[in-house]
């Protein structure tokens, strides 16, 4: 289960708690068949705890590192579906996992939007740097030998031609030119 809901868990796992003991009561006074949901209660809420202290996912890995040594005689040595790719310890005195990766280099929870929002900010800051270190709109025109009045599709089309003529695998290319040929026609487009 995700770090995020933990809190989730916990309340969950008191009230499974609080209606194990009210059950037991009433299965204990009135009426024995309601001690088996006690017991089903009971269990939920064991494994719950299980799961947050930690320990839950401590026992996992140790078997996974187990059959990783047993399978390829070293439990540290990572491999397709071999265990462990990484040191890892397994969180003391009932700590919570989320607390040790705290420690050893922060948490992972939302890592991935991060990730996801930075790229899409770094790719608006890089447009934004080329639309306004790159060539203005007349010169890019001039660069794409084209009238101002010229649609998007003449523009594409203009591109291509002389990204053909400049491209640096070509024998008359020149990388140079074709950075100028791109910035032109980032300039122009509406991408």
């Known amino acids: 289960m995700c770090v995020q809901y933990d809190g989730l868990t916990k309340g969950i796992a008191v009230v499974f708690g609080g209606l194990t003991v009210v059950l037991t009561a009433v299965g204990l006074v009135i009426n024995p068949a309601v001690l088996f949901l006690a017991l089903m209660f009971g269990v939920s809420t064991y494994f719950m705890y299980y799961h947050l202290s930690g320990k839950m996912a401590a026992s996992l890995y140790e078997r996974v590192e187990r059959q990783a040594a047993q399978n ?7 491999g397709f579906g071999a265990g462990p790719r990484e040191e890892w310890e397994p969180p003391r005195d009932g700590r919570r996992a989320r607390r040790s990766q705290a420690t050893q280099g922060g948490q992972r929870r939302g890592q991935g939007r991060q990730r996801q929002r930075r790229q899409q900010a770094g790719g608006r800051q890089r447009r934004q740097r080329v639309q306004s270190s790159g060539p203005s709109p007349a010169e890019a025109y001039k660069r794409l030998g084209l009238d101002p009045d010229a649609d998007q599709s003449t523009i ?10 400049v491209h640096p695998d070509t024998d008359s290319g020149s990388e140079r030119e074709f950075k100028q040929v791109q910035a032109a026609y980032e300039t122009l487009t509406d991408d």
């Open 156 to 165: 594409k089309r203009a591109y291509r031609e002389k990204v053909k003529e």
């Open 72 to 78: 390829t005689g070293n439990a540290r040595r990572g």
